[in-house]
C-alpha cells in the first residue's frame, strides 16, 4: 500500500493493520489502493469440477460393484 498524505496531514495509514485514521470531513481526503498480487487464482475450483469428480468416483464404484471379480465363498 503507498501511502501519500496532501493537505491534511493528520491522515495517517496503517499499512500493518490495514487501517485508515484521521479527522473525517475536514478536506477531501482520496485513498487509493493498489492489488499487486500477480498469478492466477483458481476461484471456485472445487464447486465447478467438484460435482463431477465425485460422479465419477461414484460411477466408478458402482461398477466396479456390479462387474467386479466375484470371490468364492468355499
Do not use: C, H
Not at 500500500?1 to 491534511?8: K, T, V
Not at 470531513?25 to 489502493?33: A, S
Not at 487464482?41 to 472445487?46: D, G, L, Q, S, W
Amino acid at each position: 500500500i503507498n501511502q501519500s498524505e496532501g493537505a491534511n496531514t493528520g491522515d495517517t495509514i496503517n499499512t500493518n493493520t490495514f487501517t485508515v485514521s484521521g479527522k473525517a470531513g475536514t478536506t477531501n481526503d482520496v485513498f487509493t489502493f493498489t492489488n499487486t498480487r500477480s498469478g492466477n487464482v483458481p476461484t471456485a475450483f472445487f464447486t465447478t469440477y467438484g460435482p463431477y469428480v465425485a460422479g465419477l468416483a461414484l460411477l466408478g464404484g458402482l461398477g466396479y460393484a456390479m462387474f467386479g471379480k466375484k470371490k468364492k465363498n468355499g
